[in-house]
Structure formats: structure tokens, C-alpha cells
């Protein structure tokens, strides 16, 4: 099985740079991903790391660390658009996104 | 294309009542998907197709029936609603099931309230 951990809820002000952690725990593991979800709508896919270290992305980077089982979405430059929920999830060893475990959700809120 | 849609967007229901939610998608996709949201708890598999006539039972499958019978369109049931199927859900689809990057794909969601 698989546990996945973020916390709830996150307060960043505009302009300047938030990370939000995710671990987890996991049986077998292939990838992590990060999904962006505003209020309302559907998840968005931000990134797939499967490898050790940093992707970037704009001004969205992700990192990985397969040893410690843990995960950061880092977002810099930040914008009041940028307030939604951050979706950890993670993908095993063996079958498809029918296996992925999503965490609960990291719900960002970025003020003035 | 439109990608994937739902029908409806919004539904209320009473417990007992019975309605089916449909998904479409036009990408020519293998596989799909139905998620429930719920607060506190993350998205969770329903049930999930790997193709044309086929489903599969996914995390939380309890009171709810599918069927994909086209390629194209994947049919969510609830016989007999319960309140405890008060819950934002939404369909995917993606053309193989590996997860190798940004292949599964969202609907926009359908908000269900069972009174």
C-alpha cells in the first residue's frame, strides 16, 4: 500500500517563493506527481518526476528524492492565480494510473 | 477536440432516487477512469476501463455500476442513492495505462448532493 503526507493548508504572500512537501511511504514506488486543482475545477498536471533531483518548469520546479521517499513543489514569483490545491500523488512499481495514490491535497492561499 | 466532458455539471438527488453520470472524451483514448473527491480525502478510484467493453473495480467500486460500451463514452451508475455519495466526481482518460508523464487527462467534474 501507499501513505502520502501533505499539509492542509499553506498561506504565501504574492511575489514571493512558497515549497510544499509531500512524503511518502510505499510498497513500490515508480513516480510522483504534482497536480494543480483551483476551486471548482479539475486537476491539472504540473509534473512527473521519476528521477533523483530537481525539474524546473517555468516558475514551477519539482523535486525528488526516491531514498527519503520525499517530494517538494516549489513555486517562485508567486501570483494570486496561484491559489488552488497542490495534489501529491504517487505512482507505483507495477500498473498503471488505476494503482496512482493521490494525498489529500495542499490547499495554497496567497494574499497581497 | 473537446477533450473530456461530463454530464451534468451539478445534480441533486434523494436518497434512493437512481441516475447515471456520463463521460465522453475524443482523443481515441484506451483507458478510463472514475475518481470521487471528498474533503479530507484525496481523489479515489471508483472504477476504470482498459478498453472498449471491459471495467474494473477500483478503490471505493461499493453502490456504484459502469459501463463502457463505446470507446468514447464511460458511464457511472448509482442505483440507489445514498448520502454518503455526496461527492465531486470526476472522469479521466488517458491513451495507454503506463504512467509515463502527462497522458491522463480530467474532466471538468460533476458536483452530486444526495439528501
Known amino acids: 500500500g501507499q501513505n502520502i503526507d501533505q499539509p492542509t493548508e499553506m498561506t504565501a504572500t504574492e511575489g514571493a517563493i512558497v515549497q510544499i512537501n509531500c512524503t511518502y511511504q510505499?510498497?513500490?514506488?515508480?513516480?510522483l506527481f504534482w497536480y494543480q486543482q483551483h476551486a471548482g475545477e479539475a486537476p491539472t498536471f504540473l509534473s512527473y518526476?521519476?528521477?533523483?533531483g530537481l525539474e524546473e518548469k517555468g516558475r514551477f520546479s519539482s523535486f525528488l528524492s526516491r531514498s527519503k521517499g520525499y517530494s517538494y513543489l516549489l513555486l517562485k514569483e508567486l501570483q494570486m492565480k496561484d491559489s488552488a490545491s497542490y495534489l501529491c500523488?504517487?505512482?507505483?512499481?507495477?500498473?498503471?494510473?488505476?494503482?496512482?495514490?493521490f494525498g489529500t491535497g495542499t490547499k495554497l492561499q496567497v494574499i497581497p | 477536440n473537446a477533450g473530456v466532458t461530463q454530464t451534468p455539471k451539478f445534480r441533486v438527488l434523494k436518497t434512493g432516487q437512481s441516475m447515471t453520470l456520463l463521460c465522453a472524451q475524443d482523443?481515441?483514448?484506451?483507458?478510463m477512469y472514475w475518481y470521487r473527491q471528498d474533503p479530507g480525502m484525496g481523489l479515489r478510484l471508483i472504477h476504470y476501463?482498459?478498453?472498449?467493453?471491459?471495467?474494473a473495480k477500483g478503490e471505493v467500486p461499493d453502490g456504484y455500476n459502469v459501463s463502457r460500451l463505446k470507446k468514447q463514452n464511460f458511464l457511472l451508475g448509482l442505483e440507489s442513492a445514498a448520502p454518503s455519495q455526496t461527492s465531486v466526481y470526476f472522469c479521466?482518460?488517458?491513451?495507454?495505462?503506463?504512467?509515463?508523464?502527462?497522458?491522463?487527462?480530467f474532466g471538468p467534474g460533476t458536483r452530486l448532493t444526495v439528501l
Open positions: 479521466a482518460s488517458s491513451p495507454l495505462g503506463g504512467t509515463t508523464s502527462d497522458t491522463q487527462y
Open positions: 510505499t510498497s513500490g514506488f515508480n513516480g
Open positions: 518526476n521519476v528521477l533523483d
Open positions: 500523488a504517487v505512482s507505483p512499481k507495477s500498473g498503471g494510473y488505476q494503482k496512482v495514490t
Open positions: 482523443m481515441n483514448h484506451e483507458y
Open positions: 476501463s482498459v478498453g472498449e467493453g471491459t471495467t
